[in-house]
């Protein structure tokens, strides 16, 4: 009902989607500003639980932010239980606490309420794909594809959910569509890390070795003490068969913060490092 606190708000989440720390904090002071405005605005406690969520995952491990994500979620929807956004963020609050089956109900619930919401898409996809449930996130992510075509984000996790799966065809034009959102997106931003990151990702699968370093080094250049685009970028490296910088990469990534175990554990890219026993001394660390 507050037409400020709605603007504050979708500035927020739009700051959500840089997945680096400093956006996190960018968007976390706007849902603030838009709870100044409406000390009951669901959608602001929402997108606060997200933060929270995301910054335990890929910033800062520490159990602060899991209890600060569960307080959110929670007040969200007591405050607007029909509010899909509220059950998608405690379906993320409930994932990193590793309680997957309510996790699942909190996303079924949101999609039940908001069939053409991104978020229960994307981050229902996101905790599947961590678990190694590829067939539910290929679904999911198709799903988020068609409500935000313009997005490079959802395509890129697709791709590597058909590459699971062994779908090759499939798994091609989910890559050649990131690529496609990516240029568009780095043309408008050039100095987005996370963007240049999954383009870079993208050009390896499209044989184009020398193009993904130089989008790497940018995204480095661009973020270089950012935990998620140091995971990123190891992640092309590994799969440009370059294990001592993608292990590097994701050590200093956790030193800076990086805790989701089981995205690392999981994640496809990272595949050729598995052998490696000081990739399970990454592991053993985020025990």
Known sequence: ?????????????????????????????????????DPNYALAYAGMADVYSLLYQWADSSKENIAKADAASIKAITLDPDLAEAHAARGTALAINSRHEEAERAFENAILL?????????????????????????RLFSEACKIRPEDYQAPSFLSMAYAELGRKKEQEEANRRTLECVEKHVDLHPDDGRALTFGAYALVEQGQPDRAREWSERALDADRDEPAIMYNVACTYSLLGEADNAIELLDRAIQQGYGHRAWLSHDPDLAPLREDPRFQKLLDRLE
């Open 114 to 138: 908001n069939p053409g919401l991104y978020e229960p898409y994307y981050f229902y996809g996101r905790d599947c794909l961590s678990a190694g449930k590829f067939e539910k996130a290929a």
């Open 1 to 37: 009902s507050d037409v400020k606190a709605y603007d504050y708000y979708l500035r927020g989440r739009k700051y959500v989607y840089g997945f680096t720390r400093r956006q996190f904090h960018n968007a976390n002071r706007m849902f603030l500003k838009a709870i100044e405005q």
